[in-house]
């Protein structure tokens, strides 16, 4: 369990973490799943159990992985909207390694982007 536990967090911090909500890779869709490799092959469980493992990986509903990230993002969002509220800002830059995530850039854009307001992302320069 803890080798498959490690494997799982390496990869969902290696790939789904960094994909998640990019829409040329994951589907936000809360009716998809991510799928996270938790070994290097096998199946493990049956048809009918809850927690399945097949060829190494499990699959998980986007919605689960969108109520994680949405923990950390509705804070992120709500602090910003309170520092930004009766500001003129042009651009909002988003840096570091959550900056980088193709779920927040899209949540910051649809809550702060604008004609009058772009939000970047500091590895687009």
Not at 79 to 91: C, F, I, K, S
């Amino acid at each position: 369990v803890d080798d498959f536990a490690k494997a799982g967090i390496d990869d969902f911090e290696n790939l789904a973490k960094r994909n998640f909500g990019n829409r040329d890779e994951l589907p936000t869709s809360t009716t998809g799943t991510v799928s996270i490799q938790v070994a290097n092959t096998g199946s493990y469980g049956t048809s009918t159990s809850q927690t399945k493992i097949h060829r190494g990986c499990i699959k998980v509903p986007n919605s689960v992985i969108q109520d994680c990230f949405d923990a950390s993002v509705k804070p992120i969002l709500s602090n910003v909207g309170e520092q930004l509220r009766n500001q003129a800002v042009q651009h909002i830059l988003l840096v570091g390694g959550f900056g980088d995530s193709p779920y927040l850039h899209t949540q910051f854009e649809s809550h702060f982007g604008s004609d009058s307001c772009e939000v970047l992302l500091a590895n687009d320069f």
